[in-house]
């Protein structure tokens, strides 16, 4: 475990600090810490940074109550950068997007912008705005037992192809039954989040470390 004082601070006494959404891994924003701001964001647990342009420092929520929960900070390895994970209670733009990074620059032809969480809002969205011919929308309408039904068939499909030694068969049928199981998750109101905390919590290397601490 580093100690505070193993951080490389600049010549102007600030190292950079990227902000992260624990739960999605997405980028929220990029800022700046000084040794005070640091300090006060570990002991605190909230992101404190200092503001290069008012020459003062900031709690992130101070006034919006958008505050930012750390759960991680690392350094890189020259130790003059840092990555900070955090639960956020609200957007991180001040602009009132989730992250401040929303502009984009250029998107590959051969890579597409796929995320488990815009799959989901996609999902939720065909329960509260039913769209014609939309196979999800028609999984809703049928309601729970047909959903259900649906990730039982996907789960044994699943079996087959892993006994079936087809590692493409295999990926279509996990892939097939991901979606499925994600439409009974917004059938009952359960989030992404909430299994992530979930699986986090069964963590075997976190558990060793929380009960490192406890010795």
């Known amino acids: 475990m580093l100690d505070i004082k193993d951080i490389k601070f600049n010549q102007d006494g ?11 891994k997405e980028v929220l924003t990029v800022a700046y810490m000084n040794y005070e701001s640091l300090s006060i ?30 759960v991680s900070i690392k350094a890189d390895c020259d130790r003059d950068a840092l990555v900070i994970e955090v639960v956020k209670d609200g957007p ?3 602009l009132g997007n989730e992250s401040c990074f929303v502009d984009k620059l250029f ?23 039913p769209q014609e ?5 028609y ?16 789960a044994t ?22 979606y499925h199981v994600m439409v009974l998750m917004a059938e009952q109101n359960v989030t992404l989040n909430e299994i992530f905390a979930e699986l986090s919590s069964r963590h075997v290397i976190d558990k060793k ?4 601490k406890m010795k």
């Not at 499909?157 to 991901?178: F, H, N, P, Q, W």
């Open 139 to 154: 999984l809703f309408q049928k309601g729970i037992d047909k959903i259900l039904k649906k990730v039982g068939e996907e």
């Open 157 to 178: 499909e699943v079996i087959i192809a892993g006994k079936g030694g087809s590692k493409e068969e295999l990926i279509y049928e996990i892939a097939d039954l991901t």
């Open 41 to 70: 964001s570990m002991e605190e647990e909230k992101t404190c940074f200092y503001s290069r342009s008012r020459k003062t420092l900031w709690r992130k929520g101070e006034t919006s109550g958008n505050f930012q929960h750390i």
């Open 133 to 137: 011919g939309s196979y999800t929308t």
């Open 107 to 129: 998107q590959s032809t051969q890579y597409g912008e796929f995320s488990y969480e815009k799959l989901f809002g996609l999902i939720k969205s065909r329960k509260s705005d």
């Open 209 to 212: 470390v929380k009960q490192e």
């Open 14 to 24: 600030l190292v950079p600090a990227i902000v992260q959404d624990y739960f999605t």
């Open 92 to 94: 991180a733009c001040h």
